[in-house]
C-alpha cells in the first residue's frame, strides 16, 4: 500500500516569521495524522526554522532545488549534503519552473536526483508537458523523455523509494487544472513507463503526485484515481487552512 504525499511547495514566499507561524499553527492541526505523509518546502532561508518548528510533529521539510555537484565555485547553490545536514528530508527537483526559467535539463535533473539519493534525500521528481506539447499530441513522449532522462541509472529499490510528480505546465500557477480523466491517463502511463523501465517493484510502489492548480475543492476527486498517489502543492498551501483543508480531503 503506497502511503500518499501532500507536499505543500511555498516558492518565493514566507518570511522566517511566517513560516514559523504557518509551521507551528499546521502542526496543532495535524499532531494525531498518520493516514499520509505532509511536506512542507520553504524557501532556504527558513529551511532551518521550519526545521526546527516541526521537529516532532508529523511534518517534512523538503528544499525547493538543490546543486549536484557536492561542493565548489557555484555561488548562489546548495549541495544536496547541505539540504541534509541542515534537517532537510526530502528535494524538489526538476520543477517546471526551474526548467523553464533557470534552465534546467533532463541531464541536470538526473544529477540532481542521483546526488540527493546520495545525500539520503527522498527526490520528488517534477515531469510535465507544456501545453504546446499536450495540443501538439506529444505529452506520452514528453513523459517518456522526463522519465527515461531523468531517472537514468537508477536502481529498481531507488526508484521505488522516490516519488515522482506530474505536474502538466500549462495548470500550473493558471486556475486550470487536467481532468480527472487527463490525470489519470498520465499517472498510469507513468507508472507503466516506471515497470517497464525499472522494474515491477518500481512501477508498484514509487508514489506519483499531480501538481497543477490542486485546491480543496479539486483534491478528493484526484484521490480517487488509483495510481494519484497525493499531490505537489503551490498557491493553495499557502495559507495554512486550505492546506489543511486539502490533507483532510486528501487521505
Not at 517534477?126 to 536502481?155: F, M, P, W, Y
Not at 517493484?201 to 498517489?229: F, M, Q, W
Request: proline share 4%; aromatic share 6%; with cysteine.
Amino acid at each position: 500500500m503506497r502511503t500518499p504525499v501532500l507536499a505543500a511547495n511555498w516558492k518565493m514566499f514566507k518570511t522566517n516569521r511566517e513560516a514559523l507561524a504557518y509551521v507551528r499553527e499546521l502542526a496543532s492541526l495535524v499532531k494525531d495524522e498518520a493516514t499520509v505523509e505532509i511536506v512542507v518546502a520553504p524557501p532556504m532561508t527558513s529551511l532551518a526554522t521550519v526545521v526546527e518548528a516541526a521537529r516532532n510533529t508529523p511534518i517534512g521539510v523538503s528544499v525547493q532545488n538543490l546543486h549536484f555537484e557536492k561542493q565548489g565555485a557555484f555561488t548562489g547553490e546548495v549541495s544536496a549534503a547541505m539540504a541534509k545536514d541542515a534537517g532537510a528530508e526530502y528535494a524538489i527537483i526538476g520543477h517546471s519552473e526551474r526548467r523553464r526559467m533557470f534552465g534546467d535539463t533532463d541531464e541536470w535533473v538526473n544529477k540532481k536526483v542521483r546526488a540527493a539519493i546520495d545525500a539520503e534525500l527522498t527526490p520528488i521528481a517534477c515531469i510535465g508537458e507544456t501545453l504546446e506539447e499536450r495540443e501538439s499530441g506529444q505529452t506520452n513522449a514528453v513523459l517518456d523523455r522526463h522519465v527515461r532522462e531523468g531517472l537514468k541509472g537508477l536502481s529498481e529499490k531507488e526508484v521505488s523509494e522516490l516519488i515522482v510528480a506530474y505536474e502538466p505546465v500549462w495548470a500550473i500557477g493558471t486556475g486550470k487544472n487536467a481532468t480527472p480523466a487527463e490525470a489519470d491517463a498520465a499517472h498510469r502511463h507513468i507508472r507503466s513507463r516506471l515497470a517497464e523501465w525499472f522494474g515491477a517493484e518500481a512501477g508498484k510502489a514509487c508514489r506519483i503526485l499531480y501538481g497543477g492548480s490542486v485546491k480543496p475543492d479539486n483534491i478528493a476527486e484526484l484521490r480517487k484515481l488509483p495510481d494519484v498517489d497525493g499531490a505537489l502543492i503551490g498557491g493553495a498551501s499557502l495559507e495554512v487552512k486550505s492546506f489543511f483543508d486539502i490533507i483532510t480531503r486528501g487521505r
